[in-house]
């Protein structure tokens, strides 16, 4: 079932409180990457454009949780905010305090206010009615703006809209969080063919549940970054001092059973004898010698790998094939987001370290849709249900 959007509701004169993704890079009170701020806009704009009182909250960080922590203020995404809308945005330094109420209670219509970080208060993460309570009472209208936050249970995802909804409010998703969702809906239950999923970055352990689930879904499963040094001992292959989960190794030996031909692995590493951009590096073809590891996919997997998408229909694609902060083992990831680009495929583009490769890269206008959420996107690849979104009102 749909679920109903802020544009769905009239909101003039009525105060909404907006779940939205704030949690952006800031050094030394200066934010350094504010894309999660940009992508709220239209969300943003559409309450106040239409006279509506906007009240923000977001989480920042992984404060301590028991009071405030300087470097892990969202006062410099409120001031950055208010340049992007070129109009004042107020900031209350607590969430459900005096502070809070008075800027709630100050708002008239087309105005906007940013609470402080919700996990300066531990009640946040662990879904506390109480501290739901007093954010919910703020407001007329709750709207969920926050995929990267979708499958938690902290408070102001799950506690507040319940609240909310028992006292007959409206509880909408903003325009972010509803495509996120169709995007990765479609994925899973009408998927284009062939349908070819990618996998990265370090552990199996994240993406057990993934790959079982695209298994029944997907035409081809590419696996690469470390985690393949794990399916790799499960070949009984040597792999020198490669990142290896040995406790999931056994995992990784039913899922070469269950995938069969689905499961295509590096057949080529590129490796080092440190984790370093200058050691001592080589191609080496099958084993990793010791003293080696394996720190990005070689020039044999980049045209495997690339092949494969070039003719896919679909792609979804979460994490890197390598570590690809650190040239030149950026190779392996760059080739394939490039394939990815280049394929004309549905293509739609994890978030975390997928994300942020694929606007390095300068191919983020080139494909249908970057995630600003890896776990969240990873749980629906997963086939889990989001409570934060079965809460919203339907269509």
Not at 100 to 112: I, T
Not at 265 to 274: I, K
Not at 303 to 326: C, Q, R, S, T, Y
């Given at each position: 079932m749909a679920k109903k959007t802020i544009a769905d509701v009239d909101v003039a004169g009525k105060t909404v409180l907006m779940r939205v993704d704030f949690n952006v890079p800031i050094k030394d009170g200066q934010i350094s990457d504010d894309r999660r701020i940009e992508m709220a806009l239209p969300s943003i704009k559409s309450v106040i454009d239409r006279g509506g009182r906007l009240l923000l909250i977001s989480h920042l960080g992984r404060p301590a949780g028991t009071g405030p922590e300087p470097e892990f203020s969202l006062s410099p995404a409120a001031r950055r905010l208010g340049e992007k809308l070129g109009k004042p945005v107020s900031f209350a330094t607590d969430t459900v305090g005096e502070d809070a109420k008075l800027k709630a209670s100050s708002l008239k219509d087309g105005d906007v206010a940013v609470l402080e970080n919700l996990r300066f208060d531990k009640a946040e993460n662990k879904g506390d009615e109480t501290f739901a309570s007093g954010l919910a009472e703020l407001a007329d209208i709750y709207v969920n703006d926050a995929f990267g936050t979708c499958h938690r249970k902290d408070a102001s995802m799950v506690a507040v809209p319940r609240i909310m909804k028992q006292q007959g409010k409206s509880c909408v998703s903003g325009f972010l969080v509803d495509r996120e969702i169709q995007y990765l809906k479609d994925a899973i239950e009408n998927p284009q063919r062939p349908f070819?999923?990618?996998?990265?970055?370090?552990?199996?352990?994240?993406?057990?549940?993934?790959?079982?689930?695209?298994?029944?879904?997907?035409?081809?499963?590419?696996?690469?970054?470390?985690?393949?040094?794990?399916?790799?001992?499960?070949?009984?292959?040597?792999?020198?001092?490669?990142?290896?989960?040995?406790?999931?190794?056994?995992?990784?030996?039913?899922?070469?059973?269950a995938g069969g031909e689905k499961l295509m692995l590096p057949v080529d590493s590129h490796v080092g004898d440190a984790f370093s951009g200058d050691c001592n590096k080589q191609v080496v073809d099958g084993e990793i010698p010791d003293g080696y590891q394996g720190l990005d996919i070689g020039p044999k997997s980049v045209k495997l790998f690339a092949d494969a998408i070039k003719g896919a229909k679909m792609v979804v694609w979460n994490g890197p094939m390598g570590v690809f902060e650190m040239p030149p083992f950026d190779e392996g990831t760059k080739a394939v987001a490039e394939a990815i680009a280049e394929s004309g495929a549905t293509s739609i583009i994890g978030g975390g370290d997928s994300a942020a490769a694929i606007q390095q890269l300068g191919f983020a206008d080139r494909v249908s849709h970057v995630s600003t959420g890896g776990g969240a996107s990873l749980s629906m690849l997963e086939g889990q249900k989001f409570e934060a979104v079965e809460l919203l009102d339907d269509k």
């Amino acid at each position: 079932m749909a679920k109903k959007t802020i544009a769905d509701v009239d909101v003039a004169g009525k105060t909404v409180l907006m779940r939205v993704d704030f949690n952006v890079p800031i050094k030394d009170g200066q934010i350094s990457d504010d894309r999660r701020i940009e992508m709220a806009l239209p969300s943003i704009k559409s309450v106040i454009d239409r006279g509506g009182r906007l009240l923000l909250i977001s989480h920042l960080g992984r404060p301590a949780g028991t009071g405030p922590e300087p470097e892990f203020s969202l006062s410099p995404a409120a001031r950055r905010l208010g340049e992007k809308l070129g109009k004042p945005v107020s900031f209350a330094t607590d969430t459900v305090g005096e502070d809070a109420k008075l800027k709630a209670s100050s708002l008239k219509d087309g105005d906007v206010a940013v609470l402080e970080n919700l996990r300066f208060d531990k009640a946040e993460n662990k879904g506390d009615e109480t501290f739901a309570s007093g954010l919910a009472e703020l407001a007329d209208i709750y709207v969920n703006d926050a995929f990267g936050t979708c499958h938690r249970k902290d408070a102001s995802m799950v506690a507040v809209p319940r609240i909310m909804k028992q006292q007959g409010k409206s509880c909408v998703s903003g325009f972010l969080v509803d495509r996120e969702i169709q995007y990765l809906k479609d994925a899973i239950e009408n998927p284009q063919r062939p349908f070819i999923a990618i996998l990265g970055g370090a552990k199996v352990s994240d993406k057990i549940g993934v790959i079982d689930n695209l298994l029944k879904l997907c035409d081809r499963i590419i696996i690469g970054g470390a985690m393949a040094y794990t399916f790799f001992v499960a070949q009984g292959r040597r792999v020198g001092k490669s990142l290896v989960e040995q406790d999931r190794v056994e995992d990784a030996k039913k899922m070469l059973e269950a995938g069969g031909e689905k499961l295509m692995l590096p057949v080529d590493s590129h490796v080092g004898d440190a984790f370093s951009g200058d050691c001592n590096k080589q191609v080496v073809d099958g084993e990793i010698p010791d003293g080696y590891q394996g720190l990005d996919i070689g020039p044999k997997s980049v045209k495997l790998f690339a092949d494969a998408i070039k003719g896919a229909k679909m792609v979804v694609w979460n994490g890197p094939m390598g570590v690809f902060e650190m040239p030149p083992f950026d190779e392996g990831t760059k080739a394939v987001a490039e394939a990815i680009a280049e394929s004309g495929a549905t293509s739609i583009i994890g978030g975390g370290d997928s994300a942020a490769a694929i606007q390095q890269l300068g191919f983020a206008d080139r494909v249908s849709h970057v995630s600003t959420g890896g776990g969240a996107s990873l749980s629906m690849l997963e086939g889990q249900k989001f409570e934060a979104v079965e809460l919203l009102d339907d269509k």
